[in-house]
């Protein structure tokens, strides 16, 4: 069974504070690690939270404000000192490019690594940006007030339950064959096929965790959220600040929860919490149970199997 978990490194917005960093979420599967957002002092967070360097796998970067990125020559520089990495993809809008040149350029510094930087056009609908071992990012571009992007972890749909019954009743001996028919290829047993789908149930979706980053609400997000394992909105701003939230591109808690509870997700988050925002305006929410928490930072989500 594949574990997925979610790791909330960083949740305020703005500057770090003591008790909220700069915005960074890890997703970690199978031992690889996806990064979303890489904001100041991440790097720190992590060694913290004890999560591991070595198998980052790609960063995505939801756009281009100091918040969301200034974590990251750091970090890089740090992944050339001691992790060897196999290589690094980061993605994100245009001028993470010339971003990171500057930074090595100025600090002289060349990473001894593969790193392959790219730069998401607009999008409009869903499209997919990185392949992992089986899994899919995708990005669409989200409403902030710069060019933004909104990013879903979908992973690939996992065969139906093998039906042991019918296997044998098929012929087919316990062992090999079965773990053949389960990885979807046909058979042979005393000279007849038996295919998968004779004992295999219908399949079984794959997980899909969503990062709105830095977005009013917005139908692009709403849609890539829907149906989600865990939808991550930003909340960047109480209620009592909506033209705030509206000239800064960003969405208030009332505003966050309701893109939550329109998904239809199974499990809602708002995170990026504005660093005005006391304790207790978070207390009085009603949430909904365990279906909708706020996160904070050090809190690891674990998401079942479909
Ligand atoms: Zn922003």
């Given at each position: 069974m594949t574990k997925l978990s979610i790791h909330f490194i960083g949740t305020g917005s703005g500057a770090p504070s003591l008790t909220r960093g700069s915005p960074a979420i890890m997703i970690r599967r199978e031992g690889v690690g996806l990064l979303f957002d890489c904001g100041e002092a991440t790097q720190l967070a992590m060694r913290r939270q004890r999560?591991?360097?070595?198998?980052?796998e790609a960063i995505f970067i939801s756009h281009m404000h100091g918040d969301h990125v200034l974590g990251l020559p750091g970090l890089i520089m740090t992944l050339n000192l001691?992790?060897?990495?196999?290589g690094l993809a980061i993605y994100g809008p245009r001028g993470i490019g010339d971003y990171l040149e500057c930074a090595f350029k100025a600090t002289l510094f060349q990473p001894r690594f593969e790193l392959k930087v790219v730069e998401l056009e607009e999008t409009p609908s869903p499209t997919p940006v990185h392949r992992g071992d089986d899994f899919n990012v995708y990005a669409v571009s989200s409403r902030h007030v710069v060019p933004s992007f909104a990013y879903a972890l979908v992973e690939d749909d996992r065969p139906g339950e093998f039906n042991v019954e019918k296997a044998l009743e098929l012929g087919v001996p316990r062992g090999r064959l079965w773990g053949e028919l389960q990885k979807g290829k046909s058979v042979e047993v005393d000279g007849r096929v038996v295919t998968p789908e004779q004992v295999l149930g219908p399949k079984r979706r794959g997980r899909r965790v969503v990062y709105s980053g830095d977005?009013?609400?917005c139908d692009t997000v709403l849609e890539l959220g829907r149906g989600s394992d865990v939808f991550i909105h930003e909340?960047?701003?109480?209620?009592?600040?909506l033209e705030e939230a509206q000239a800064g591109g960003h969405s208030t808690i009332s505003e966050a929860l309701d893109v939550i509870r329109k998904s239809g997700c199974k499990m809602g988050v708002i995170t990026n919490i504005g660093q005005r925002t006391r304790p207790e305006d978070l207390e009085?929410?009603?949430?909904?149970?365990?279906s909708i928490i706020v996160a904070s930072d050090g809190l690891t989500l674990e998401v079942p199997l479909r």
């Open positions: 999560l591991r360097f070595r198998k980052l001691n992790a060897n990495p196999e977005t009013r609400p909340a960047t701003f109480t209620d009592d600040h009085k929410l009603v949430l909904g149970g365990e």
